[in-house]
């Protein structure tokens, strides 16, 4: 069975050109789609609720370096096009250039390291309350957990008799609170906030490379309009790329990143023309 991921995403789903051998395997040997439960082996099942989980997993890995690459090449542009315009000077755009990737680099990766380690412990608080109802009021538990599976669509009396199965195995009870009242499991073994701060940093900085290459080898007047048409180039095949995952329209996928990244890129370009000048109506700047 394929669950979604966050946001309704949907798991990767391999083409047979994406299958390592083990995938392979384990379809050779799935039973046929009417075999009963009895036909599907503990080994097998383990084996495919493990590739569904890593395959769950990289939607993670995904979101990060779509938004890392993305935000880097967006937000470099838009220095090294500012600079640019202002001086006509190489050396300038590419020490901007520079400077903006590596803090961005830094930031993002900081940014994503705080926020993933803040949302992990916050988690683990909540499933540590929960463990705590589970081993205090198990009574409680046990009709908690009763009501949800009735309100998902078991009879009452079905309900009852699998919340009372579970309440006999206080583990598999918690880790179904858990999951059905929060939405969040006990234990989550994918990545870590360190992996998905590098992983974001990492894409922000390549991402950033990007605009500022053609500064390195032509002039700034024509690399201006280079970086332009690089960057959206690039923008396209990250929405290309995104839709192996998505199982969207490559196309529309592409199209949806350049749009959103151009129209970034203009509220930044219009708020760092026009702000200045309001300020300076307002007699705040120097």
Do not use: C
Request: hydrophobic letters at 50%; charged letters at 20%.
């Amino acid at each position: 069975m394929e669950h979604d991921g966050p946001a309704g995403i949907r798991p990767p789903v391999l083409e047979p050109t994406d299958m390592t051998e083990t995938q392979h395997t384990l379809i050779e040997d799935r039973p046929s789609a009417s075999a009963p439960a009895s036909a599907y082996s503990r080994e097998w099942i383990a084996g495919h609720l493990a590739q569904e989980r890593r395959n769950s997993a990289l939607l993670g890995e995904a979101r990060e370096i779509v938004f890392g690459a993305q935000d880097g090449i967006v937000s470099t542009l838009a220095v090294v096009a500012t600079v640019a315009g202002a001086t006509g000077e190489p050396f300038a755009v590419i020490v901007a250039g520079i400077a903006a990737a590596l803090a961005g680099v830094f930031s993002m990766a900081a940014g994503e390291y705080i926020g993933s380690k803040s949302q992990r412990e916050i988690f683990d608080a909540q499933v540590e309350r929960e463990r705590i109802e589970v081993e205090e009021r198990a009574g409680e538990s046990e009709a908690e957990v009763a009501y949800m599976l009735a309100e998902e669509g078991l009879g009452e009396e079905d309900a009852a008799r699998v919340a009372a199965i579970m309440a006999r195995h206080p583990e598999v009870l918690l880790r179904t609170m858990v999951s059905r009242e929060l939405g969040i499991e006990v234990e989550d073994a994918h990545g870590s906030p360190l992996q998905g701060a590098l992983f974001m940093g990492a894409a922000f900085g390549l991402g950033a490379a990007v605009p500022i290459l053609p500064f390195l080898v032509v002039p700034v007047g024509t690399a201006i309009f280079i970086a332009i048409v690089l960057a959206g180039i690039v923008l396209f095949g990250i929405g290309v790329v995104k839709s192996r995952w998505t199982k969207r329209s490559s196309i529309v996928s592409g199209l949806e990143v350049l749009a959103l990244a151009a129209l970034a890129g203009v509220v930044g370009y219009l708020f760092g023309t026009i702000l200045p000048q309001l300020l300076g109506v307002a007699g705040i700047a120097a």
